[in-house]
Structures are given as structure tokens and as C-alpha cells.
């Protein structure tokens, strides 16, 4: 053992005097570059940090990408690029354009030689199609768009600005909210102006919270974390774009972080209603998670089905699904179940239950652990959701903040009048406001797939960047879609409804309404895609005539008065002739399309056939379903009739106005006078009544008519009195007791004294 120094105690070496010799351990001087280089090479272990080490360009490379993950998930499938077509029929007509100039140049000058041609050249009938270039399509100080309010409604708006919408509520409703009162527990109130620090989140979610750049929680996520932390069964209402994917998700992973290890089973199923919104929800799901060891897996429909099985395989704690996607898996995935889950999200409740969904729903919850925690979330509370409530959540509490009955404050709404005789100018406007105004980070919603898809090629035609998203498309294009216009690639995206439920696409400030929605919470989902999380948006509406009345209820409901934009006649008329010369050149599109989807399908037959006689054809075992092929196709038929039958009826009134519109002055004279007569009688019959009533009462008054010593007339009486409704008796009960009645009251209380009323001031 070797001898301690006399400084050194029992605790370790002692202070270190100035003559003392100490060793050298920073390695200068002993050392140099190419010494300590060699010494790194050979201990490899001890250098791992600096190995393949170097720093990035941006802040932006350190942030994961989630839609990596998300790409896995895609089926590699060849598919028909309309853009591609559009870009390859824009060139040909350029080249077409420019020899007819070099062949009007030589026929000018005469002696062959060619004049170059220049944009003067160029008239307004032959306007090519390299987009608005032209500087008649630019706008300017002169040809700018005017913006108008109406005073009035002005006025009207800023005296109910502090006022909440007054709705009228049957009695049934007030019934309804009495006994959802007394289901539903209030949320305890929650703390103004708290952070997610004060919440006692782990380290791991409160550094994935603050690399997203959440500053504080929304009132939503600070009314629902509390109460999901306590494992308590929770109804959530909220407005769209108030942040409900992470109030039900931050409280999950914070339970998760602390789940046991050695029982590995699925714990959480979250099921949304589209599949786009599914991949949003697992985007964030992973942003969260990001710094744990959580699995998240994804099942939706439309990706591919065996990266969706092998996910499934490996026993994730969350899965994000479609209802019916998760079936299938149910059904066809022996390794998979929800036999185990703990905790049950419906996100957008009111629209997962629809008649599609509303079998599906009732096998998963059947399929659920009865003891399990369930989350319902929906940005409007409908009947249905009320009883999807009451029958699959235990003691629940309720936590509305605000239903979305209402558009954000910082949204600006603006509507485009069309007048009757402009009706067909309904595209040429939309071309007019995507290219002067709302060129960037713009979406447009349309009714129909159909409509999404002539105006993505309009618009293509004229050198917008535009991109499609809506149904008929695979489910791989429609994710590219939504990447392609989050990174900006493609500038308006068109869209069906598809897209107007819960996606929140960060930069969206301009939503077009092409044509507006028959209700007005489906124009609430739509403008609800911009001015989300504070930011401020535009939405613009195209009005018809026939969209009068939801027009007057969108500015009815809104707390701030609406611009009406008005748009550059002269200007218009130009688009409208550019459009009509384009009709051709679409129709040239659609054609070439359709031989191009046709040729595909004919080499995928050839390639099955070849693989068919090689042996090679992979043999797919049937996937079964929770309902034979007789109960789904009397489902659709019930669904179909009872479709039809509300279509049938809004038809036949429909016929019924227009038939009387379009009658002569006479024959509409008759039947208003017809309809008044029928005021009237049903009027009569009312009164009719009422003196049933009080000639049973005369009746039952001469049955007990006073002998004719006695005096005549009965006593006031409150029950009979109440009967009778003429003219008399609703004066006598005005004016009281009379003189007499007073005078007999007073002298059989206090008989022997004289009755000395008190005068009337």
C-alpha cells in the first residue's frame, strides 16, 4: 500500500501547494496534432462523436420530417399525370402560335425575310397560352378590385359586437340540454394565462413542445389535459383550428411514458373519420413523441396494406385509423386486437357517425375493453353524438369551450354578387381572382369531383401552379397533393369537402368558395382551414342568385359585417373570351387522359397475363368482413331510398315555387286569395272553439239559475271567469271587483259597519 502524503486526508488529496510537480493531462506539449490524430485512429471507440460529424446548413435540417414516415406507408404505383399533359399541350399550341407569326411576317415583308415577332404583334383574339403575361391582365392602381360595406349592416355589428347570437331554443332543445345537464359533469375551471410547464409534463414532451413552438396551451388543451390526466371519460366540443389533436394527445403520451414493460400490448386507438385528417393526426402524434420510445402506427385506407400488417405485427402502443380500415385488420390480422385498449379518441364524432359509419362504430365499440377511458371530441354537438355519449362514456365530463357555430374574429369574409344574367361567368371569375389577387397559398372548394378537375386544367392552361385533391383520385396522389402544397410546389389547391374537416395546412390564406355550401356549418369547416392558431385569413364566396338565402345566413351569423368585392367588368370580359378559346384545348386534355388511363390498364393486363403464364402470379388470400355482401347491399339500398325520397320531396317543392312563378297574374291572384280563405277558416275555427267553451259555461250557468225573488247573476268566480273570453268579462277582470262586491265582502266581514270606500287618486 503506498504511503499517503501528510496533506492527503482519509477524504482525498489535500490542497495543491505551489511547488508541488503536477502532471500534464491537456496534452499540449507533450503532444502535437499529428500525435494525437494517430492516437485517435487507433481507439476508434473513443472517437464516435466525431465520426461522419458535420454541421448543416439550416435550423430546419435538425428538424425531423414527418412525412418521411408517412411516405413509407405509400403504395409505388404509376399513375396518370394530368400536369404533365397540360404542360406538353401548352407547348405545342406556344409552337403552333409562333410559326403562324413567322408566316404573317413573311407574308408582310414579301421578300422572305423573317420579322421577329414581338408582343405588340399580338391581339386580344390571339392571346396565347403562356399564362397573364399580358399587362391588360395585371392589375394596377386603376383596375383595382373596390371592397364595400354596407353602413347599416356596419352599424348593426358594432352594437352586437359584445353580444352573443341569440338562438331560439324549442322546448324539446331546452328538455334535451336539462338532461344533458344532469349526464354531464362540469369541467373544473381552469387557470387563466397557464403554461404547459406548470402542467408537470416530462422532459421528454415538454422538449418536443417547445421544438413545435407551442407557447401556451388553448383554451381547449388547458380545459381537457387536466381531466384526461385523471383518466376520467371526457365529451369535448370545440371550434376547428383550436388545437384538439394535441389536448387528447399530450395527456396519452404522458401516460404512456409510464406504461409497464413487460406487458406489451396495444393501449390506445385513436379513430378519425378521412384518411388525410388520419395522416395529419399521426404527424403530430409523431412531432410529440419524437423523443420517447412510444410506437405509433397507421391504418387507414388506400396506403399500402402489408407495411400497414407488418406495423401492426410489432404491437404499437397507439394506433391512428379509419373505422374501416381497422376492421379489415380486425377481421384478416391475426396478431392484432383491441382487446387490451385503455384509452378509446373519437376525433370528429359528429361526422364519423353518418349512416356510412354508424355499423362500423358499433362493432369497434362492441370490440373495446368495457373498462377503458373514452375521449369524444367534435367541433359541433349534433343528437347523434349526444347518444354516441350517453351510450359508450362512463360518468363523463364535459368540456365545451365553443361549438363551430361561428368563424374565427381574424378572419376577413368577402363575397363576389353574381348577378342572374352572369351566371356562366361563375369560372372566369375564379380564374380573375386566382391570378390577380389570391395567387399563393390559396384553396378553393368545390361541389363536385368532376368540377375539381375541369378547373385544375383551366387553371393549368393559364400557367397557375394548380394541384386537385377530392375522391376520385388514389390515395397516394392526394398525400402528394397536400405535401406538393405545404412546400409551396403548387400554389391553389382545388378541393372537394373531402378536405374541409379538421386538415390544418400551416400558410393557407386565402379560401374561395366556388360555390357556396346548402349549410352553413359545412362554409364554417371550409373558411376554417385558414386563420387557424391566431394567424389572420381571407375567404371569398361566390354568390348566385339561388345562394341568396345561405349568403344572408353566413352575414346573419357572423359578428363582423362582410366586403363585397367588386370586380373589373372590362377585365372580366377578357377572361371570360380567353376561357370560351380554351374549351377546345380541355376537351383535348380530357381525351388524352382517358387514352393514357386506358393504355395503363391494358399494359397492367398484359404484365398480369404474362405473370400468370410464368407462375409468378402471387396468390391473395380473401379478406373477410364483419357483414356478409346480402346486409351491405340492403344497407346501401335503405341509404339509397331514403336519399332519393328526400330528393324526390325537395324537388317536388321545388316544382310547386316554380310553377307558381311562372304562372299569369290571374291564376296567381287565385291562389293567394286561396290561401288567405284558408287563413281565415282555420282562424274561425279557433274562435270557433273558444265560444264552445264559454257557451258550455252559459250552459252550465242556467242549470243554476236563482229563482226570480232572489237576486240575479251569479257571483265572480276565478275558474269560470277564466273561460270566458268576450269583451265583458276580460274588462270586468281588468278593472277589479265592482262597488257592490266590495260593499257585500266588507259588510259580511265586519257586519253593523257602514262601507266607506277609499276614493281612487
Not at 372580366?572 to 384545348?585: F, H, R, S
Request: proline residues 4%; charged residues 35%.
Amino acid at each position: 500500500m503506498p504511503q499517503r502524503k501528510k496533506e492527503d486526508s482519509e477524504f482525498g488529496p489535500g490542497t495543491i501547494e505551489s511547488d508541488d510537480e503536477i502532471e500534464n493531462f491537456s496534452g499540449s506539449g507533450s503532444e502535437d496534432e499529428d500525435e494525437i490524430l494517430y492516437r485517435m485512429k487507433r481507439m476508434p471507440h473513443e472517437s464516435d462523436f466525431y465520426k461522419d460529424f458535420g454541421f448543416v446548413d439550416s435550423v430546419k435540417d435538425y428538424q425531423r420530417d414527418t412525412w418521411d414516415e408517412v411516405l413509407k406507408y405509400i403504395k409505388p404505383k404509376r399513375t396518370v399525370n394530368v400536369s404533365d399533359t397540360i404542360a406538353k399541350i401548352r407547348l405545342e399550341e406556344k409552337e403552333k402560335k409562333r410559326k403562324k407569326r413567322e408566316k404573317q411576317s413573311v407574308g408582310e415583308n414579301g421578300d422572305g425575310d423573317v420579322k421577329e415577332p414581338n408582343d405588340s404583334d399580338s391581339s386580344d383574339s390571339d392571346t396565347d397560352l403562356e399564362g397573364l403575361s399580358d399587362e391588360e391582365f395585371l392589375p394596377d392602381v386603376e383596375t383595382k378590385d373596390k371592397l364595400k360595406q354596407r353602413e347599416d349592416e356596419v352599424r348593426r355589428k358594432e352594437k352586437r359586437k359584445d353580444r352573443p347570437l341569440k338562438i331560439k331554443k324549442s322546448l324539446k332543445e331546452i328538455e334535451e340540454e336539462e338532461a344533458d345537464a344532469k349526464f354531464f359533469e362540469d369541467a373544473p375551471p381552469c387557470v387563466a394565462d397557464t403554461t404547459f410547464l406548470e402542467m408537470n409534463f416530462s422532459r421528454s414532451l415538454l422538449k418536443a413542445i417547445d421544438s413545435l413552438g407551442y407557447d401556451k396551451p388553448t383554451p381547449i388543451q388547458a380545459a381537457t389535459i387536466p381531466v384526461a390526466l385523471l383518466g376520467r371519460d371526457i365529451c369535448g366540443c370545440a371550434a376547428t383550428g383550436t388545437g384538439k389533436t394535441a389536448a387528447y394527445m399530450l395527456p396519452i403520451l404522458e401516460r404512456l411514458l409510464y406504461k409497464p414493460k413487460d406487458d406489451i400490448v396495444t393501449r390506445v386507438l385513436v379513430l378519425v373519420p378521412t384518411r388525410e385528417l388520419g395522416v395529419q393526426v399521426f404527424q403530430v402524434s409523431k412531432e410529440l413523441s419524437k423523443f420517447s420510445n412510444i410506437d405509433i402506427a397507421l391504418s387507414v385506407g388506400g396506403l399500402d396494406l402489408r407495411t400497414q400488417e407488418a406495423m401492426l405485427k410489432k404491437v404499437p402502443d397507439i394506433v391512428i385509423a379509419t373505422p374501416g380500415r381497422l376492421i379489415d385488420h380486425l377481421q384478416n390480422t391475426p396478431s392484432f386486437s383491441i382487446d387490451d385498449v385503455e384509452i378509446l379518441v373519437l376525433d370528429e364524432a359528429d361526422r364519423m357517425l353518418d349512416d356510412s359509419f354508424d355499423d362500423q362504430m358499433k362493432e369497434i365499440i362492441k370490440e373495446c375493453s368495457g373498462n377503458r377511458q373514452t375521449m369524444l371530441f367534435s367541433a359541433t354537438m349534433t343528437s347523434k353524438v349526444k347518444e354516441l355519449a350517453l351510450v359508450s362514456l362512463k360518468d363523463p365530463v364535459k368540456v365545451f369551450v365553443n361549438e363551430n357555430t361561428d368563424v374565427a374574429r381574424n378572419l376577413r369574409q368577402e363575397f363576389v354578387r353574381i348577378r342572374k344574367n352572369y351566371e356562366n361567368y361563375r369560372e372566369a371569375m375564379l380564374a380573375y381572382l386566382v391570378s390577380r389577387s389570391f395567387s399563393q397559398n390559396c384553396m378553393v372548394f368545390v361541389e363536385t369531383k368532376v368540377m375539381a378537375h375541369r378547373l385544375n386544367i383551366l387553371l393549368g392552361l393559364l400557367g397557375v401552379r394548380s394541384g386537385e385533391l377530392h375522391g376520385n383520385l388514389k390515395q397516394s396522389e392526394r398525400l402528394l397533393a397536400l405535401k406538393k402544397f405545404r412546400d409551396e410546389e403548387v400554389a391553389v389547391l382545388i378541393a372537394t369537402d373531402v378536405a374541409a374537416r379538421g386538415l390544418d395546412i400551416k400558410g393557407v390564406k386565402t379560401i374561395i368558395n366556388f360555390t357556396l355550401p346548402n349549410k352553413y356549418t359545412r362554409y364554417v369547416h371550409r373558411v376554417g382551414r385558414t386563420a387557424r392558431a391566431g394567424h389572420c385569413g381571407r375567404s371569398v364566396s361566390l354568390a348566385g342568385e339561388h345562394e341568396f338565402l345561405m349568403l344572408k345566413e353566413i352575414k346573419r351569423c357572423s359578428k363582423t359585417a362582410m366586403f363585397e368585392r367588386m370586380l373589373n367588368i372590362d377585365i372580366l370580359e377578357k377572361y371570360k373570351t380567353k376561357l370560351d378559346k380554351l374549351e377546345p384545348t380541355v376537351k383535348r386534355v380530357l381525351e388524352e387522359e382517358l387514352e393514357e388511363k386506358k393504355l395503363r390498364a391494358m399494359e397492367q393486363s398484359i404484365q398480369t397475363m404474362e405473370n400468370k403464364i410464368k407462375g409468378t402470379v402471387e396468390v391473395k388470400p380473401e379478406r373477410k368482413w364483419f357483414q356478409t355482401d346480402e346486409e351491405m347491399n340492403a344497407k346501401k339500398k335503405k341509404l339509397s331510398d331514403s336519399s332519393k325520397l328526400k330528393r324526390a320531396t325537395g324537388k317536388a317543392q321545388k316544382r310547386k315555387r316554380q310553377m307558381l312563378n311562372e304562372s299569369d297574374p290571374a291564376e296567381k291572384k287565385i291562389m293567394t286569395q286561396m290561401r288567405l280563405s284558408c287563413h281565415v277558416a282555420k282562424k274561425a275555427n279557433k274562435l270557433g272553439r273558444l265560444n264552445a267553451v264559454q257557451e258550455d259555461t252559459h250552459i252550465q250557468f242556467k242549470k243554476n239559475k236563482p229563482e226570480k225573488n232572489k237576486k240575479i247573476g251569479p257571483k265572480s268566480s276565478f275558474d269560470q271567469e277564466l273561460t270566458r273570453t268576450d269583451r265583458k268579462s276580460v274588462k270586468m277582470f281588468r278593472h277589479g271587483p265592482s262597488y257592490h262586491e266590495r260593499k257585500e265582502a266588507f259588510q259580511s266581514k265586519n257586519p253593523g259597519k257602514k262601507f266607506k270606500p277609499k276614493r281612487k287618486k
